[in-house]
């Protein structure tokens, strides 16, 4: 990975927004990075952006984080993303290697047996709004499903536990179930881009992380071209949050 490339894009994770990434930028500039080379993207359907009306497919990602780095007038950037963000910078690398100079991917959900899979689906689904925007009882299901995210995805991270309740709890149940859709068919998506892709990409993932394992992470990079894998010990899906200087470490 080049040292400290000029311009760096993060794309944070489903549910979450782009403060996400407040300590990990943080990180980045202890170590060197000019601050206005960091640019955080608030994702469709999250944080500042409009709630959505109708389903996000990965092209409406892709044309977002395109335009923005081309209206910003960025050049070449580093993508780094997140869960959700990774397969956006993924699909973003192979369409439009252009304005792509390499990619950091962390948490990508990859290789998951039908158990796992099937885990996800049924946790979404008792949000109660990936099947029926119109249940009455969506909210209250939600706000258990926030809870269990928060278990599933932080370990012991305060850091992180608090900003699984924030940000995801921002979203009322209608733009969760719409946000979260996508990552029902995210590891097909991934399958159809990775083969694509002819920038160098780093996978990374925690060991603890539950939504990808070594397993996974090595799949992952094995369909790339230039493709390089590093687990971080003892770390969760959004240990990234708690403690984001492993990540970081990745990026010099």
Known sequence: MPAHPSQ??????????????????????RSGVDAEKIHAVDLLGH????RPSRPLHIDDYVRQVRKFIMRADLGSVQLVGHSLGGLIAL??????????????????PYGRSDDQRNEWLDLMMKAGSVLDDESTDSADNLAEVISELGNRWCGDGQRSRRAVADQVGSLDAKTFG????ISMTSESLIAEFAPEITVPV?????????E?????????TRSLKKGRAE??????????IDDPQPYVALLS
């Open 8 to 29: 760096i894009v993060l794309l944070h994770g489903t549910g979450m927004d782009s403060s996400m990434w407040t300590g990990f930028r943080s990180a980045l500039v």
């Open 47 to 50: 944080g500042s952006t409009p």
């Open 91 to 108: 699909a973003v690398a192979a369409t439009h290697p252009e304005v792509v100079t390499n990619v950091v991917v962390i948490g990508v």
């Open 178 to 181: 719409l946000v979260f859709r």
């Open 202 to 210: 780093l996978v990374a993932a925690g060991d603890a992380d539950s």
């Open 212 to 220: 990808v394992d070594a397993a996974g992470v090595d799949e992952l």
């Open 231 to 240: 687990m971080i010990s003892n770390h969760h899906h959004l240990s990234i």
